[in-house]
């Protein structure tokens, strides 16, 4: 993924304006051409490079390490706008989730988010799009925290009952994580996201107003700030999720010109738009191939054969190959070396 072509992309300057009510205005924006008064509009915007450089700047400033964990619980609570509308006026919590997940990239261009199921779980999936560096765990844990408090506060659900994936090693303040989630929390997971029982996606929203959200949902489409090129990698994405989970499917993934059709563009133009983010459909279903080889190898009960057959390669060998290329050790090797971990992915 172009990182220039993700970091030129205009987002709502929300999280600016909660941040120079924390920290210092000069210090919070040096290096980001930003003046307080920029952030001053409810409309403004501003780059996702220029919000990148204030989020570096807070890791210097804060006090601790995980202070963005309260300050993303209080940014919940005054989460505004037709999406937070949406939200708490949705039919149930599956409507709600689903459309969170649609439409909160549109404030935060650096991630793609999805849903996927997985057993008798559901996973809210967050992929960055571009490397995040040292602003990693403070960009994916906050918009995880913003979603759990909605759901707490929209359905009234049982945290501990939930579970936080996040891709990465256990933080300076690790032990500190799951207090904040008030749920268990997995550090070193093959991906980022909070996963939640299948079932609670029929729970109905006692607060649901038809017309309320039919309004909110028109006006979330309206103003959804997403590029072209970053919407049709959205759904491209969201594509391949429901490819592999359909059980009657001939092949694990489908082709360029199937998603093309799909998406009704023609595949010279998916092809075109993959590009200006500096990217391609094969490193796409590369990515995605790794993700859930990854997943599935840490199924102990599934073997390296099965595993393969389930990504749809010919024999073991060949998967062998590819994984070796995406992660750099073999399966069984990747394999053992969670087995050491005590489970985790090997760092």
């Known amino acids: 993924m172009d990182p220039r072509a993700i970091e030129e992309l205009p987002m709502p300057a929300t999280y600016g304006r909660h941040l120079v009510r924390l920290f210092e205005p000069q210090a919070l924006l040096a290096g980001t051409g930003l003046t307080a008064a920029d952030l001053a509009s409810p409309d403004s915007r501003i780059s996702v490079?220029?919000?990148?450089?204030?989020?570096r700047n807070t890791l210097a400033l804060a006090s601790t390490p995980d202070w963005h964990l309260d300050w993303a619980r209080s940014l919940a609570d005054h989460f505004h706008g037709p999406l937070s509308i949406a939200l708490v006026s949705a039919p149930t919590l599956?409507?709600?989730?689903d459309t969170f997940l649609r439409f909160f990239p549109g404030r935060v261009p650096y991630l793609h988010m999805q849903g996927r199921s997985e057993d008798e779980h559901f996973i809210a999936e967050l992929c960055p799009l571009i490397e995040l560096g040292e602003c990693r765990p403070l960009l994916l844990e906050t918009p995880l925290v913003i979603l759990q408090h909605h759901l707490e506060a929209v359905y009234a659900i049982d945290p501990g009952e939930m579970r936080v994936l996040l891709d990465y090693p256990p933080?300076?303040?690790?032990?500190?994580t799951a207090q904040h989630f008030r749920c268990p929390v997995e550090h070193d997971a093959a991906s980022t996201g909070l996963v939640i029982p299948a079932t609670w996606r029929e729970l109905p929203n006692l607060g649901y107003i038809e017309s309320t959200w039919s309004h909110a949902l028109a006006q979330c489409t309206a103003t959804m700030a997403a590029s072209r090129e970053r919407d049709t990698l959205g759904m491209l994405r969201a594509e391949l999720c429901r490819a592999f989970e359909d059980g009657n499917r001939r092949r694990p993934l489908p082709t360029l010109s199937d998603v093309a059709q799909t998406l009704h563009v023609t595949p010279r133009t998916l092809i075109r738009r993959l590009r200006r983010l500096g990217t391609s459909y094969q490193a796409i279903t590369d990515e995605f191939l790794r993700t859930r080889a990854q997943e599935l190898l840490g199924n102990e009960g599934i073997t390296i054969k099965e595993v393969a057959a389930a990504l749809g390669f010919d024999n073991a060998a060949n998967f062998g190959k590819a994984f070796k290329r995406w992660c750099g050790v073999s399966p069984g090797r990747y394999r053992a070396r969670r087995q050491d971990n005590g489970g985790d992915a090997p760092r």
């Open 94 to 97: 599956g409507a709600g989730l």
């Open 49 to 55: 490079r220029q919000a990148l450089q204030y989020i």
């Open 171 to 176: 933080t300076p303040y690790a032990a500190r």
